[in-house]
């Protein structure tokens, strides 16, 4: 993408869960409100404004959330009425711009370049998208606008709630130098020590640092991308997607496979990609479907339910490996496989209620572990570290093939 100027909207409803909350429930209007499961065990699903003055946010304890604020009010959450909203959200997005890219059930990127004579300029769009927003959503929505999706975002997010930031192309430097690294988009808590490290705290501390040095400390690609970011630069084109129903993937061979320890080494790579997309979406899977198509390309699917929704490529793993080992593969026709595929379905956002589970450490180390794996990849691509499970998480036959 070359220097074309661009208008990109990033709009994100404020507090939504709990906004919806209120909205219905005039009760709870200007109090503290936490969306949850139980108020014992349960997790911070979503929180009002007035809750997050107390220090409450989502995906904390409910516990904890309430020994911060004795007096919110904890509510159970209500599925459908979010997914009303988002739906009806969206379509009024649609009303803007030909293609909205969808990062969650509230949030989306608008390219609005090519609307602006008919519409209006990005604040003109974005104050009348805010003005619809609330008028038949009864809803409030921040919005940023800027000429690429990095700013926009953080525009969006910078005044809220209620927020409308412009940031203009010759005032992207200004906007972004002073903020903290942690802003950088891909730059998690490793690479934001790393950064300390080198004395770099704000955006402009990057900017300044000379790039051929930053890229011998971090990596190419890694040092490339910041010092990118720092100037403000982000290519990356608004594309279309709607919040998915499945996120899979399949792979067809070149030859059929007979042996199943084959086919398991694919999944556990496919596990792993499929998390790392949920994680990146936002949003973790209730049931695995496993596909296997046959030489004589009859195709079976079978698909199992998780106790407990997860963005954990290892949980996947191991629900597809079940599946696998349910499905009859042999060295004869019709019964050798030529595509396996792996999805995620059943679908809920992140931070959607749930109850927490008797194995509650070991979750949050795998959801952890997810959070590291992305950046590593983010930085390094996709070769550099795998997921010890690929070396056979319990070998407990002869292991004599060291996995992947
Ligand atoms: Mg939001």
């Known amino acids: 993408m070359g220097d074309a100027a661009r208008t990109i909207l990033h709009v994100d409803l404020d507090a939504f869960f709990a906004a919806v909350e209120q909205r219905d429930d005039p009760s709870l ?52 009425r979010y997914a009303e909203a988002s739906r009806a959200f969206f379509a009024i997005l649609g009303d803007f711009a030909p293609v909205a890219e969808a990062l969650s059930f509230d949030e989306a990127f608008l390219d609005v370049t090519g609307s602006e004579r008919l519409l209006g300029d990005g604040p003109t769009i974005g104050r009348a998208i805010k003005a619809r927003v609330r008028d038949e959503l009864r809803l409030v929505a921040s919005v940023g606008v800027a000429p690429n999706k990095f700013v926009a975002k953080i525009a969006s997010d910078i005044d809220k709630p209620d927020g409308l930031r412009v940031v203009p192309a010759d005032g992207i430097l200004a906007f972004l130098h002073p903020l903290p690294v942690s802003r950088l988009w891909g730059v998690g808590e490793v690479t934001c020590d790393r950064l300390r490290a080198l004395g770099l705290r704000t955006i402009g501390d990057v900017a300044r640092y000379p790039e051929a040095a930053l890229r011998g400390k971090l990596g190419d690609v890694t040092g490339a991308h910041l010092a990118a970011l720092a100037r403000g630069e982000d290519a990356r084109a608004v594309e279309e997607g709607q919040a998915p129903v499945t996120i899979g993937h399949r792979e067809t061979f070149e030859d059929d496979h007979d042996d199943p320890r084959d086919l398991e080494v694919v999944l556990l790579h496919q596990a792993d990609r499929v998390a790392a997309r949920l994680r990146a979406a936002d ?122």
């Open 29 to 80: 209007r200007g109090k503290p409100v936490i969306v949850g499961g139980s108020a014992r065990r349960g997790v911070v699903a979503a929180c009002s404004y007035e809750a997050r003055t107390f220090g409450v946010h989502s995906a904390m304890p409910m516990a904890i959330a309430l020994r911060l604020c004795p007096r919110a009010i904890v509510v159970r959450h209500h599925m459908a």
């Open 283 to 404: 949003l973790r899977a209730g049931a695995v479907v496993l596909i296997v198509k046959y030489d004589d390309f009859r195709q079976i699917t079978r698909r199992t339910a998780l106790p407990d929704p997860t963005t954990d490529g290892q949980v996947l793993a191991r629900a597809a490996l079940e599946l696998l080992g349910h499905v009859e593969i042999a060295d004869r026709p019709g019964r050798r496989v030529r595509l396996v595929g792996l999805s995620a379905t059943a679908l809920e956002p992140r931070a959607a209620p749930r109850q927490l589970t008797l194995d509650e450490p070991r979750r949050a180390r795998g959801e952890r572990l997810g959070a590291v794996l992305d950046e590593v990849h983010a930085r390094f691509g996709d070769a550099a570290l795998r997921r010890a499970i690929h070396v056979r998480p319990d070998d407990d036959d002869d292991g004599n093939d060291g996995g992947g």
